[in-house]
């Protein structure tokens, strides 16, 4: 209560004051969520519920975040004359303002930015920071969250999202901010950002064109029929362009979702992972005949497909089996082709699907296994530049990337393989969904599935914490009733030699796995399961129940 009434004096805007009034009255839960912390700023940014609080996105909390960073940049950066930052946005209601809200903050602290001229995906945003040579990036998405979120993500000179020790850093500067009278807003009038576009556009699809791996197999099936939606997102342009640069002429918009709205008024979540999301773009697809659905997130870094399957029907691909398909793609053109020399590394995340490193085994390539989050993949990246080549990298939550320009995942250069790699089956016959089927005969059947638990508001976060400390305290013994016979706690790093992390992973005696994590980026935890073998169905389904039931307990 003596924050929220700190927020009705000397600062703020009269439409917060009266919003902030309005709490006091009528709303004692909707205040405390909305004052009892400060939104945290963890190590890829803030994400949140937009309104007003220090536990919400909006210009304050936006404000006192990029002047923490301000600081940092101008302390670690301090025999540096001419330190840039570049900031996107996407098409999510505030994104827009909160981008000019961090531009005049940084301006006012003597920071350069360029700032995109419309809405821009991550990954391209990624790509920008190298390509401008600035020394960080400002991402203003809350991804696939719901229409009420927004977030701000930080990137760092090599393009990738912060880690050790930049994050622990800015996040330190950020917590001394605790007021926003610390905020230089910028009063002067006549600062503005450089304004960037087409040229950034440009030289980043030359890039995704760079990566082509069969063009004479596009130009012999140019006319695959391809369904793309940006769900009201920022893929709207590059994807569509991409594919016909490659040399695709038969892209067909779901015009509805072309929209860009960030109430994402025709689906509940845009969420590629969502089946319920790409409903009208199957639709379409079936008006027309398609071959292929896409759709990508808001901000245009993850990536749904849905394949016609043996039966003609169009089936969704879950993200362990888009990672597996584009990766043994790739590695087996990279082979024919005679690209691979002994240097060549892919790169999975710990809850990502083993047959990832079946695939690696086979070409006698390189696989290192990380942390969840893209970040670490694109650590990875940078601490081999120069020494090895990176192939590719993805992760389960439908994320994949190749090439080293961008360095987060990216579905316009996802899409441009996927569809490559649907020209490359053609010429034999085959379609995507035969290929997969190919995958699994060779390697082994691989099963996989989530259970993603929602817990909101500050007593959900708690529930979550106790569920992780019980989960350490008194394990399972059995899973779908084989024993346990490994278990591996990531907050233990010299025992994982990985940096430490919230992740517990259940291994039993008949191979299956059990993964719990708490979602760094909404109100969540997650329990990822995977099974091998031709019983993998039937374990996977136990293993489901026996997690969703341990869940309904608290």
């Known amino acids: 209560m003596e924050v929220a009434k700190s927020w009705l004096g000397v600062g703020f805007d009269d439409e917060t004051k009266k919003e902030v009034a309005r709490l006091m009255r009528e709303d004692p839960k909707g205040?405390?969520?909305?004052?009892?912390?400060?939104?945290?700023?963890?190590?890829?940014?803030?994400?949140?519920?937009?309104?007003?609080?220090?536990?919400?996105?909006?210009?304050?909390?936006?404000?006192?975040?990029?002047?923490?960073?301000?600081?940092?940049?101008?302390?670690?950066?301090?025999?540096?004359?001419n330190i840039s930052v570049v900031i996107a946005y996407d098409s999510r209601n505030n994104s827009r303002e909160f981008s000019m809200i961090a531009s005049r903050v940084l301006m006012a602290n003597g920071i350069n930015v360029f700032l995109f001229d419309n809405i821009r995906p991550t990954p391209e945003l990624s790509f920008a920071i190298r390509y401008l040579k600035c020394q960080a990036g400002i991402m203003i998405t809350a991804s696939h969250n719901p229409k009420e979120y927004n977030g701000y993500k930080v990137f760092w000179e090599d393009g990738a999202q912060i880690i050790a020790p930049h994050d622990k850093n800015i996040i330190a500067e950020v917590a001394g901010i605790t007021s926003v009278a610390q905020v230089n807003f910028g009063d002067d009038l006549s600062l503005f950002p450089t304004p960037v576009g087409e040229e950034?556009?440009?030289a980043f699809l030359d890039s995704v064109l760079s990566l082509t791996l069969s063009p004479d197999s596009v130009k012999r099936h140019s006319d695959l029929k391809i369904v793309y939606t940006p769900l009201h997102g920022t893929g709207?342009?590059?994807?569509?362009?991409?594919?016909?640069?490659?040399?695709?002429?038969?892209?067909?918009?779901?015009d509805a979702q072309d929209v860009s709205d960030g109430n994402f008024p025709t689906v509940v979540s845009p969420n590629p992972e969502d089946p319920a999301a790409l409903k009208l773009a199957i639709e379409k697809a079936q008006e027309?005949?398609?071959?292929?659905?896409?759709?990508t997130d808001p901000d245009a870094d993850r990536v749904g497909f849905a394949v016609r399957d043996d039966k003609g029907?169009?089936?969704?691909?879950?993200?362990?089996?888009?990672?597996?398909?584009?990766?043994?793609?790739?590695?087996?053109?990279?082979?024919?082709?005679?690209?691979?020399?002994?240097?060549?590394?892919?790169?999975?995340?710990?809850?990502?699907?083993e047959l990832i490193r079946d695939i690696c085994d086979k070409y006698g390539v390189e696989l290192y296994n990380v942390l969840t989050g893209f970040k670490y993949i694109a650590e990875i990246v940078r601490k081999n530049e120069g020494k090895k080549v990176f192939i590719c990298g993805g992760e389960e939550s439908h994320g994949f990337n190749a090439g080293e320009f961008v360095r987060d995942k990216d579905s316009i250069i996802s899409c441009a393989l996927f569809a490559e790699c649907a020209a490359w089956l053609a010429d034999s016959g085959k379609s995507i969904y035969d290929y997969?089927?190919?995958?699994?005969?060779?390697?082994?059947?691989?099963?996989?599935?989530l259970l993603s638990v929602t817990m909101k508001g500050k007593e959900g976060l708690e529930q979550i914490q106790q569920m992780m400390r019980d989960l350490r305290i008194t394990p399972p013994t059995e899973l779908a009733g084989s024993s346990v016979v490994k278990i591996i706690d990531y907050n233990k790093p010299e025992e994982t030699n990985l940096p430490k992390s919230n992740v517990l992973q259940f291994f039993s005696k008949d191979g299956s796995l059990v993964s719990a994590r708490p979602s760094g980026t909404e109100p969540k935890i997650k329990f990822y399961f995977g099974a091998k073998g031709d019983d993998a169905d039937p374990k996977i389904s136990s293993l489901f129940a026996q997690f969703e039931k341990y869940a309904q307990k608290y």
């Open 200 to 202: 950034v556009d440009k």
């Open 236 to 254: 709207v342009r590059l994807v569509p362009q991409g594919l016909r640069l490659l040399g695709f002429t038969n892209i067909y918009n779901v």
């Open 288 to 295: 027309v005949g398609a071959d292929i659905v896409m759709a």
């Open 313 to 353: 029907e169009l089936v969704l691909l879950n993200g362990n089996q888009i990672v597996a398909l584009l990766t043994s793609y790739m590695l087996t053109r990279w082979s024919e082709l005679g690209k691979l020399r002994g240097r060549e590394y892919v790169v999975k995340t710990i809850v990502t699907t």
């Open 436 to 449: 997969l089927q190919e995958i699994y005969a060779e390697y082994g059947y691989y099963k996989e599935n």
């Open 31 to 81: 205040l405390e969520d909305s004052f009892y912390r400060l939104l945290e700023f963890g190590t890829g940014g803030l994400r949140g519920i937009m309104g007003v609080g220090t536990n919400r996105m909006n210009k304050y909390t936006v404000g006192m975040a990029t002047q923490g960073m301000a600081n940092y940049l101008k302390s670690y950066f301090k025999d540096s004359d």
